[in-house]
């Protein structure tokens, strides 16, 4: 079985890394596009002008529409479209989840976990906060010390 998981998945990294390439889905850098000047002129907001600047010299791609289109390949020549802002958002919203996460079980250990939990405590919480910064170096500690995860034995199973 482990040897037919790892053809499936040999077999499933193959054609995701032979991925056609953006000129494919017939898409032209935005400062060669007609139909993206067309749209830069017709701009009625303020700001877009900057906005259309800001994407005909950054190298997007556009399509036949005249809107930029993201590139999720992989290639690292596109890491600043997808790849940076994902890794960001993963990073932020995993700090959130862990600061929360730690303040939940900081207010337990408390004389009045409820209350606490409604009224927050902003000194803890901001204690929190400023440890949740580095919770990947936190998530790696608690999972190899075993923290993190719990026995089989403590876990409720619904009856089959």
């Given at each position: ?108 250990k408390g004389s009045s976990p409820e209350t606490d939990e409604i009224i927050i405590n ?39």
């Open positions: 079985m482990q040897r037919l998981f790892a053809l499936v998945l040999i077999i499933s990294l193959w054609f995701g890394f032979v991925a056609p390439s953006a000129h494919a889905y017939n898409l032209t850098p935005c400062s060669e596009s007609a139909a993206f000047a067309q749209r830069a002129k017709d701009s009625v907001s303020a700001t877009a002008p900057q906005r259309f600047d800001f994407y005909a010299k950054s190298g997007l791609l556009c399509g036949e529409d005249g809107l930029p289109h993201l590139i999720v390949d992989g290639s690292l020549s596109h890491a600043g479209e997808f790849l940076i802002p994902s890794v960001l958002f993963l990073l932020i919203t995993g700090w959130i989840g862990w600061a929360g996460r730690t303040y939940l079980q900081a207010v337990k902003v000194p803890l919480a901001i204690k929190c906060m400023i440890g949740g910064a580095f919770w990947p170096l936190l998530a790696v500690k608690e999972l190899t010390s075993g923290e993190l995860t719990e026995t089989d034995d403590k876990i409720t199973v619904s009856p089959r």
